[in-house]
Structure formats: structure tokens, C-alpha cells
């Protein structure tokens, strides 16, 4: 039983360029987020899916896409790559009926 | 609008001291509940505590407690006889149900403990 996974772990990419973060979990969890941590602040929600197939925005979904096509994976993607968008990328699941997050260890993306 | 306010950027508290960290939040949901975090230098994020907006008792984990006081809309951690290993980034977070899903995050409070 892993948790949450998220790949990679590091990458740095430069402007213009794109990406995909997969984040999987195999804990058959119904939730699954995206978040992203600047330094010194807390956890904005980018994009958020509430089952396979369905995606939704948060707080901060400009510049980034999202797909569940299956339910144990939640993909992020950049399509063209700012330096705003450097940060540390964390995903999170969550079961239906229940409260707690598990967090992923997070991706730490720089983009120059 | 809902909203998170973590008031205290930082915080030094002397070892077994107990320590309260500060949490405000704004929703007009009846039906909400709140969460605290904690993240170490290592990066990843630990849950410490949840409460229900219809809990009528504080909750409770070990040293950790939640000071939940609904009419003023705050919920603050409470941690007793701190250790070294409380010293990490802590955050308050809210889920609300209207929403279904979203959870939003105060910005945190670093604590360092000192010995």
C-alpha cells in the first residue's frame, strides 16, 4: 500500500515548454487535488476531481489542465510553462464519506 | 467568500511549554469542518486534527487539541508540553459542504521550539 505517489519528484523546465505530473493513489479513493505551495504560504487548490472522468477548478486553475481518466490517477498539466508556475506541487486523495487528506510528497517544479 | 487567517507568521515557544496557534475562518456554510496540518522541513504534509462544525466537544489527538469556539469562528491548535520534533510549518485548513469537495489553506505558522 503506497499512498498517494506523485512523478517526478523534482524537474525544472523552461519557459515555454510543457509537462504532466501524474499523481496516483491506490487506496480506491473518490477525491483526488492538486495543489500548489510558494514559499512561505500555504496550499493553493489548482484543480480538484470528485470521481473518474470529472474534473473541476479551485482557487488557481489558470494555466493548467487536469484529467482522471481512471480513477487511481489524477494528471496535471502545463501546457506552456511560466515562471509563476515554479512551486512545489503537492497531490492529495480522499474517500468518499470521510474527512482526512493523504498527501503525496510532493513536486517541486522550476521553470527559468 | 470563505476564508482562512493564520495571524502568527511565526512562533518561539520553549521546550514542554504548551503553545497555541491562532486560526480564524469565515463561511456562511452551517456545515463545515476544520483541519490542522502539520508540514516539517521535509516537505510532506501530516494531518493532526479534524473538527466538525456540529462536534459539540473539542477534538482531541495525543498532545493535540482543537480549541473550537463557533461563534467567533476560530479553531485554534493547541499543543501541550512541546517537544523538538513540534518545530515545522503548521496549517489550518477548511472544508466546507456546500462545495462538496474544496478545502482551502491559511498561509501557516512556523513554530520553533527552543530548547
Known amino acids: 500500500n503506497a499512498g498517494v505517489t506523485q512523478t517526478p519528484k523534482f524537474r525544472v523546465l523552461k519557459t515555454g515548454q510543457s509537462m504532466t505530473l501524474l499523481c496516483a493513489q491506490d487506496?480506491?479513493?473518490?477525491?483526488m487535488y492538486w495543489y500548489r505551495q510558494d514559499p512561505g504560504m500555504g496550499l493553493r487548490l489548482i484543480h480538484y476531481s470528485v470521481g473518474e472522468g470529472t474534473t473541476a477548478k479551485g482557487e488557481v486553475p489558470d494555466g493548467y489542465n487536469v484529467s482522471r481518466l481512471k480513477k487511481q490517477n489524477f494528471l496535471l498539466g502545463l501546457e506552456s510553462a511560466a515562471p509563476s508556475q515554479t512551486s512545489v506541487y503537492f497531490c492529495a486523495s480522499r474517500g468518499q464519506g470521510t474527512y482526512e487528506q493523504y498527501f503525496g510528497p510532493g513536486t517541486r517544479l522550476t521553470v527559468t | 467568500a470563505q476564508k482562512i487567517t493564520q495571524t502568527q507568521p511565526g512562533m518561539f515557544v520553549q521546550e514542554k511549554e504548551a503553545v497555541t496557534l491562532d486560526c480564524t475562518y469565515d463561511?456562511?456554510?452551517?456545515?463545515?469542518?476544520l483541519f490542522w496540518y502539520k508540514q516539517p522541513s521535509s516537505g510532506e504534509m501530516i494531518f493532526l486534527i479534524y473538527?466538525?462544525?456540529?462536534?459539540?466537544q473539542n477534538a482531541t489527538e495525543g498532545r493535540y487539541s482543537l480549541n473550537f469556539q463557533k461563534a467567533r469562528k476560530s479553531a485554534n491548535l493547541v499543543i501541550s508540553a512541546s517537544q523538538l520534533g513540534d518545530s515545522a510549518m503548521y496549517f489550518c485548513?477548511?472544508?466546507?459542504?456546500?462545495?462538496?469537495?474544496?478545502?482551502?489553506f491559511g498561509s501557516g505558522t512556523r513554530l520553533s521550539i527552543r530548547p
Open positions: 485548513a477548511m472544508r466546507w459542504y456546500s462545495s462538496a469537495s474544496k478545502i482551502i
Open positions: 473538527q466538525g462544525s456540529y462536534d459539540e
Open positions: 487506496m480506491n479513493h473518490e477525491y
Open positions: 463561511t456562511s456554510d452551517q456545515s463545515y469542518g
